[in-house]
Structures are given as structure tokens and as C-alpha cells.
């Protein structure tokens, strides 16, 4: 650690006020340094809010822009939110799927991030809206000895963003401070609940939620209590429905039904 005790000081000091997240990611980067930092804010299916990051313009439109238009639905810190998961430090591999890292979401999406390794703390606020302060680099892992010492400095950063971001969940009901589209949300909700509508059946559609989300076939089969065999049956009959061969063209839709003006389904 180097100069956190200060560093501490002055994030605390500015609580409620607008430089605050700046001062909060740099107390955190003189107990482990980082290269980039976002603090993204989610409240049920709303679009996350951006409230914070450290992104340059170039990276901006792949970490938020592009996020915001849906991959954010098959983020594992934005569906462990949702679950949701006990508030705490966690590195990204911990809580995604068992087959996140070979899922069509990492090698079309999160490849293009160029990380090393991306960790956060997930913070519970009032009015059950959640924020996550995503910690990334890229160019190395973070060592044991680091999540250590973020963990144990994890009291505090639990304790001031819930101080200051305590009024987020009435920000997601303001219209000027969501920045968001309603076809947008529209879409993105039928994107995983109803995709294939009309071509698929209710079953197949969850086959497909948990596929794109990283799930492999032994998984999918226990979250929907039938056999690994089931699946794989299902995941055919989804491919020859829609008429298409893998799951990047499985991705390629669902992606599609994201920027869906009209908000109409694919088939």
C-alpha cells in the first residue's frame, strides 16, 4: 500500500460531492494499482447508469457505449446483480458462468477490451439499486496478495459509495438523469425473456438465455432440471429454427434485436 491512509481522507472528505468517485478510485489505486476504473449503477431490467470512469475517448465506446446499446445483459457483474449476490470484492471469474470465457458474448464483446483481468466491488444501496466498481487491467492479473489487501479495504469503500450514491435508486425514475431510450429498454427485455417469439418455444428460449450468458450443457441442464442430452436436442432444433449453424450467428441475432428500431422479434 502507499499513500492510502491520505488518499482515504480526501475520498471521505468529498462525499456528496462531484469529485468524489475520483478521489474513491484513487484511494483504491494506492492499495492495488489498476488501469482503469467505472462504476456502473443497475437497478432491475433499468439500462445501467455510467457514474463514473476512467476510460480515454477510444476506450470509452467499447467500455460504455457499446456496453449500454445490450451486451451489458450478459455482463456476469450486471446478472450477478440481478441474482443478486452477496455485496463484496469479487474477481470476474468467481462469478461467471462455467463456460463464460469460451461463450460468444467474451470472444465478440469482451475480447475487444483488451483486459487482463477485470475485478469489482459490488455495493447493495437503498431502494434496492446496486453499483459495481469495476477495477481493470491490461496487462496483468491481480496477485493473491493484492485481493487481499482490496478486500480488506473493502469496508470502506462499502461504507462511503453508500453514503454517497444513497439517493440512485430515485435517479433511475428521473427521465434526465437515465439518459436512456424506452424502445431500448423495450428491446432489451424481450432481447433474452421472449427471443425467437413466435419460432421458438418458451423452453428453447431459456436454453438460449443461459447458452448466451455462458453457460455450458451440463449447467444449463441443472438450472432447468432436465438432462445435459435435453439440451443438446434443444440447442439443435434452436440452430435449424433460425437457420443458423453456430453460436456466434446465435449472438449475431440476439445482438441484432438490441438495435431494432421497429422492436420487432427475430426469427
Known amino acids: 500500500m502507499k ?13 456528496g460531492n462531484e469529485g468524489f468517485a475520483g478521489r474513491m478510485a484513487n484511494a483504491i489505486n494506492q492499495v492495488a ?26 476506450k470509452r465506446k467499447v467500455f460504455v ?17 440481478m441474482t443478486p449476490v452477496s455485496s463484496g470484492l469479487y ?41 459495481v466498481v469495476s477495477l481493470m487491467r491490461a496487462k ?22 453508500k453514503q454517497h450514491w444513497r439517493e440512485l435508486s430515485s435517479d433511475f425514475g ?14 432489451v427485455e424481450r432481447a433474452l ?11 428453447e428460449r431459456e436454453v438460449v438465455e443461459f447458452t448466451l450468458k455462458g453457460h455450458s450443457a451440463d449447467a444449463v441442464g441443472r438450472i432447468l432440471k432436465i438432462s445435459r442430452g435435453t439440451v443438446q436436442i434443444h440447442r439443435r432444433n434452436i440452430y435449424s429454427k433460425l437457420h443458423i449453424r453456430s453460436q456466434g450467428e446465435l449472438f449475431s441475432r440476439f445482438i441484432k434485436t438490441l438495435v431494432n428500431d421497429s422492436g ?3 426469427s
Open 3 to 15: 499513500d492510502w491512509l491520505g488518499a482515504t481522507g480526501e475520498a471521505i472528505g468529498a462525499i
Open 33 to 58: 494499482a489498476f488501469d482503469y476504473c467505472v462504476v456502473f449503477g443497475y437497478l432491475g431490467t433499468a439500462q445501467p447508469m455510467d457514474l463514473f470512469d476512467t476510460f480515454p475517448k477510444a
Open 65 to 81: 457505449e457499446d456496453y449500454l446499446e445490450g451486451p451489458y445483459l450478459l455482463d456476469p457483474f450486471y446478472l450477478a446483480c
Open 91 to 131: 474477481r470476474m471469474r468467481e462469478i461467471a458462468p462455467d463456460r463464460f470465457f469460451q461463450a460468444e458474448y467474451f470472444r465478440s464483446y469482451y475480447v475487444q477490451t483488451g483486459l487482463a483481468e477485470e475485478i469489482g466491488y459490488i455495493i447493495d444501496l437503498p431502494g434496492e439499486a446496486m453499483i
Open 140 to 161: 496483468k492479473t491481480f496477485s493473491a496478495k493484492e485481493i487481499r489487501e482490496l478486500g480488506q479495504y473493502w469496508p470502506v469503500v462499502n461504507a462511503a459509495c
Open 174 to 187: 428521473q427521465d434526465t438523469n437515465t439518459n436512456s431510450d424506452p424502445r431500448l429498454h423495450k428491446s
Open 193 to 203: 425473456l421472449r427471443f425467437g417469439e413466435g419460432t421458438l418455444t418458451p423452453r
Open 264 to 266: 420487432d422479434e427475430v
